[in-house]
């Protein structure tokens, strides 16, 4: 199983402001990885991709999976520090991981569990999605017409 793709749109504007895969989906351990989450260069610094990953983490929850991994490149600090600040924990560093461009990668391992979303990450994600009036935006661009992102 190669996993799941999902477009993302914006329900305000129809645009498509990203995607997502779902891969290693394992019902019977009720675990899943969230991998190659994009969002369209319009739409970033903006509440979509936090509101994206509460959606889905809703989603998740709510069927009973009791574990969300990610798996981020070691070097990408912007990816990690979201992470975090979604509420997944760092679990360890897996060294030479993958080779990309003919150099040695580490991957970080990130998780999420039921327990974490039930102990305070919801709550914390919830707050951390603002209403797209209240984006700092300059100029005129689609992301202040931005509405809830939906998978």
């Known amino acids: 199983d190669d996993g799941s793709r999902f477009v993302v749109l914006d329900s305000a504007t129809g645009y498509v402001v990203g995607m997502l895969s779902l891969l290693h ?15 369209t260069p319009a739409f970033q610094r903006t509440h979509v991709h936090t509101d994206l990953i ?10 009973h999976y009791r574990r969300v991994e990610l798996r981020i490149d070691a070097a990408n600090a912007r990816a990690r520090k979201s992470a975090e600040r979604a509420g997944f924990l760092l679990e360890g560093v897996l060294r030479k991981h993958r080779i990309v461009r003919s150099a040695n990668r580490d991957t970080a391992l990130y998780a999420m569990t039921n327990g974490d979303w039930r102990d305070g990450a919801e709550a914390r994600l919830a707050r951390l999605v603002k209403a797209p009036d209240q984006q700092s935006i300059a100029g005129p661009d689609a992301r202040n017409k931005a509405g809830r992102s939906t998978l």
């Open 25 to 39: 989906n394992s019902p019977s351990d009720l675990r899943v990885e969230v991998a190659d989450i994009w969002i």
């Open 54 to 63: 509460l959606t889905l983490l809703r989603h998740l929850f709510s069927k």
